[in-house]
């Protein structure tokens, strides 16, 4: 519809009408909530220029434009061209607006969070700081907003060790956000899941513990059970469980949030490019490293905890193979033109519920987010159905590899080899998880 308003402006107003860039705009924030980035960029850019000639470059528009430029690059990791979009967008408003207006808290909150992606912690806290100063003056007490900034300074203590004044912030936020939502809110769960890491890190491990299963229990109550967050919480548990030796709990709760992960990753995955699909599996190496680290390096050495190292191993394996040989676009060049069209639905499903997943809570309630990751999931499960009744190489596709699939297809007498290198994670240091060299390690199946 958007697309259709955007093509009746262009007839009625001409191509660089102001009203065109406020369409290019929606359009492009819709783009970018379907994971179409390409499409999202093209069309911020294009308003902010339309804004620029029509408006002039130190019009409001243009600064509100730049800065939902500046949150898209940050999504694809483009933090460099992040920022620069934000000091532009904050030079704009400074000149516009009262020092003290929210909509320069927001730019210099949003700046804030991408030096702290950076590691320029002095640079972020300060930023951090303003906004707050800001947003203090200008809003209500307990507004959610003040709390976003108070996250973000307890953040910066907490990753410099500074536990006392963290805990502090972390708890002023938590009261604000109680006081705005009730109880059950991701953002609540956020902030206690962060004080589970700091009792962690302090090893108060009871406390910890008691923490991440609240964190837990209020994500299981307003998201889906298979929801990334729910897997982070899962694997705090199993972490902190092995510390305090109770492994097969701890073996337990890494099995199910691997498993849970690895469903996620066939819907996140199918709608991706073979490039994009390449990069997100990277990011998944630390997850690997800790499965493997926990077979070997944790004292452990269970037939359960091998057979989940080696299973991740083979998954993360096919994953980057499938990539490499464009098997999702193979197997559509196969399908009947009905059927390719099924298979375009599906991406297109797939692409909304990863991006709803991924999205900011602050755009739906709790119950809003249920209904639609439900009617979602539902739609997605019946278009793989009908793809799988017309398609073994699809159905093929849809199913889990296992060490014991693996083991079945080996011919007699013969043994797979899988030779990995690995980074030590070490569970029990908080101060460098990371320190060890990489090893190799041999697994035989």
């Known amino acids: 519809m958007l697309e259709d308003a955007l093509e009746i402006r262009e007839e009625k107003l001409g191509e660089t009408h102001p009203l065109i860039a406020v369409t290019l705009s929606s359009l492009a924030t819709l783009y970018q909530q379907q ?26 528009d243009v600064a509100t434009s730049q800065n939902s430029l500046a949150i898209l690059y940050q999504e694809l990791g483009n933090y460099s061209e992040a920022v620069n979009l934000l000091k532009q967008a904050l030079e704009i408003r400074g000149k516009s607006l009262n020092a003290n207006h929210p909509d320069i808290a927001i730019v210099i909150n949003n700046l804030a969070f991408l030096y702290q992606s950076y590691g320029y912690y002095p640079e972020a806290l300060a930023g951090y700081k303003r906004a707050l100063e800001i947003r203090q003056a200008s809003l209500n007490p307990n507004h959610p907003d003040i709390a976003l900034s108070l ?22 936020a938590l009261e604000i956000f109680e006081t705005a939502f009730g109880e059950h809110h991701p953002d609540i769960a956020t902030i206690i899941n962060n004080l589970g890491d700091l009792y962690q890190e302090q090893r108060e491990y009871t406390k910890a513990i008691l923490y991440h299963e609240n964190a837990l229990e209020i994500r299981k ?24 030796g109770n492994t097969s709990t701890a073996v337990s709760l890494f099995k199910e ?15 991706l490019s073979e490039k994009e699909k390449q990069l997100y599996i990277n990011t998944l190496q630390g997850t690997t490293n800790i499965l493997i680290s926990l077979d070997l390096n944790s004292g452990i050495n269970s037939l359960a905890s091998k057979e989940l190292a080696l299973t991740t191993i083979l998954r993360r394996k096919g994953r980057i193979l499938d990539s490499v040989a464009s098997s999702f676009q193979r197997i559509r060049q196969r399908l009947s033109p009905g059927n390719q069209k099924i298979l375009d639905d599906l991406n297109e499903t797939l692409t909304e519920l990863s991006n709803l997943r991924f999205s900011d809570f602050s755009k739906h309630s709790p119950e809003q987010y249920r209904i639609e990751v439900t009617r979602l999931e539902n739609q997605a499960n019946e278009l793989k159905t009908t793809l799988a009744r017309q398609s073994a190489e699809f159905l093929t596709e849809l199913e889990l590899v296992t060490h014991d699939t693996i083991r079945t ?28 060299p990489e090893h190799y390690v041999a697994y035989v199946l």
């Open 409 to 436: 297809l080996l011919p007699n007498q013969s043994a797979l080899v899988e030779l990995v290198r690995y980074s030590p994670f070490d569970f029990e240091n908080h101060q460098d998880k990371w320190a060890a």
């Open 151 to 172: 996250m973000g300074i307890a953040a910066i203590h907490h990753s410099q060790d500074q536990y006392s004044e963290a805990l502090n912030q972390y708890q002023r």
């Open 257 to 271: 949030a691997a498993e849970t992960q690895e469903e996620n990753l066939s819907n996140v995955l199918t709608p």
């Open 221 to 244: 109550t307003i998201l889906e059970d298979n929801h990334p967050y729910i897997v982070q919480s899962l694997n705090h548990l199993a972490s902190l469980n092995l510390i305090q």
């Open 35 to 60: 994971g179409q980035y390409i499409k999202a960029k093209n069309n911020f850019e294009r308003a902010i220029s339309i804004q620029e000639i029509e408006l002039g470059i130190d019009h409001p």
